[in-house]
Every structure is written in C-alpha cells, then in structure tokens.
C-alpha cells in the first residue's frame, strides 16, 4: 500500500485520510472502500476528477463506468481508502461531493442525482 496520503475535507468538517496511487493499482479483489480520482492543478492543489464507493478491485480499473469521462478530464492518480460498510462509504461521498462540487459534471465526472 502506499504511504503516500491526502486529506480531503467534507461539508461536515470532517476529514477523511486517502492512501495516494498512481492510476490503476493492483489491489485484491473483496477490498471495499471510498475513491477518488484526481489530479494535480498548476498550483499544485489536489482537483477531483470524481468521487466513488465500492470494490476498490473493479473501480480503480479501466472497466470503471465513468472511465471515458475521467480519461478526459486529466485524472493521473487514483485516492483509496478501506471501509466495509456501506452506509458509511456513502455517507463520506455524499459529504466530499457537497464540499468539492467541482467534481460534478461539466468539471468532473460526478452525476447530480438531486435536481
């Protein structure tokens, strides 16, 4: 795993810490958790590409759903956390998307599903 770390900030206040990969890690299969994918502006600041949850194994891969979308957007690295528990996860997304909107589309991939 790497050692490498960011701290991303939610709405709540609350901060979750993110292992740092290059795209496309090997990681075993049944490793569930939170991700984003990001790059690194001019200024050198972390942007966010996109928010996610899940099988860490399947969404840090091409296969990813968003991919053409995140290939087009500059993503060069990969955050990564554990967490088992979904409602969890989808807690610390919902709460890292209402902090980083630019993670939404047209500046990110991100959906909004609330009109």
């Given amino acids: 795993m790497s050692h490498l770390t960011c701290n991303w900030r939610g709405a709540s206040g609350k901060t979750y810490r993110y292992y740092i990969h290059p795209r496309h890690p090997s990681i075993r299969e049944g490793q569930l958790g939170n991700y984003i994918y990001a790059k690194i502006d001019s200024e050198?600041?972390?942007?966010?590409?996109?928010?996610?949850?899940?099988?860490?194994?399947?969404r840090?891969?091409?296969?990813?759903?968003?991919?053409?979308?995140?290939n087009s957007k500059g993503?060069?690295?990969?955050h990564l956390h554990?967490?088992?528990?979904?409602g969890e996860r989808l807690a610390e997304q919902e709460?890292?998307?209402?902090?980083?909107?630019q993670a939404y589309s047209p500046g990110g991939c991100n959906a909004r599903t609330r009109p």
């Fill in 95 to 101: 709460d890292l998307l209402a902090n980083h909107a």
């Fill in 75 to 78: 993503a060069t690295y990969i």
């Fill in 82 to 86: 554990l967490n088992a528990k979904e």
């Fill in 60 to 70: 840090a891969h091409e296969d990813h759903q968003q991919i053409g979308c995140i």
């Fill in 44 to 58: 050198g600041n972390w942007v966010p590409i996109y928010f996610g949850q899940g099988e860490l194994s399947i």
